[in-house]
């Protein structure tokens, strides 16, 4: 091989591996979102990922922080709300604690980068015995699935 394919070739699994570390740490923090107004929407403590409380830590990876505009917690928020299946969660008391967004990135063949938030995820939880995770597709605006889950506890004396 030659030696300008193999720095390619290395150049594009490191950028690679920078985005998916970003993709990760998109997803594992967090939107904390008071239920009851869907206005007072804020990203961890200072609008960012990777901020204070954020599971992976503050200035992971090459960037310190990727920031979320509210207009596109918004959004989410309204494409969710839309769906009968959240609407029922939401009436029978689930409150939505977070929205995680997927973040996609593309490498074109003469090396350029896109990243592009094509879809995200809304984490809804009831009493903290029941958690729902509601994926959004940005693209089409719609749901495309609800996954419920339920925790019982038994308390013996």
């Not at 030696?3 to 920078?18: D, E, Q």
């Not at 494409?79 to 995680?100: E, H, M, P, W």
């Not at 903290?128 to 019982?152: C, D, F, M, Q, Y």
């Amino acid at each position: 091989m030659e030696r300008k394919t193999k720095i390619l070739m290395i150049s594009a699994v490191l950028v690679l591996a920078i985005l998916s570390g970003i993709a990760a740490l998109a997803y594992a923090n967090g939107v904390n979102w008071d239920p009851n107004t869907v206005a007072n929407v804020a990203y961890n403590d200072d609008g960012c990922f990777g901020g204070h409380g954020g599971r992976l830590g503050r200035g992971m990876g090459p960037w310190r922080s990727i920031t979320i505009s509210q207009e596109f917690k918004d959004n989410v928020i309204n494409i969710a709300k839309n769906d009968t299946d959240v609407q029922n969660l939401l009436n029978d008391g689930y409150n939505a604690t977070s929205i995680r967004p997927i973040i996609n990135a593309t490498v074109e063949a003469d090396g350029s980068v896109t990243i592009k938030a094509t879809s995200a995820v809304v984490i809804l939880e009831n009493n903290r015995t029941s958690r729902a995770s509601v994926w959004v597709n940005l693209e089409e605006g719609k749901v495309t699935r609800v996954v419920i889950l339920t925790r019982t506890v038994i308390e013996k004396p």
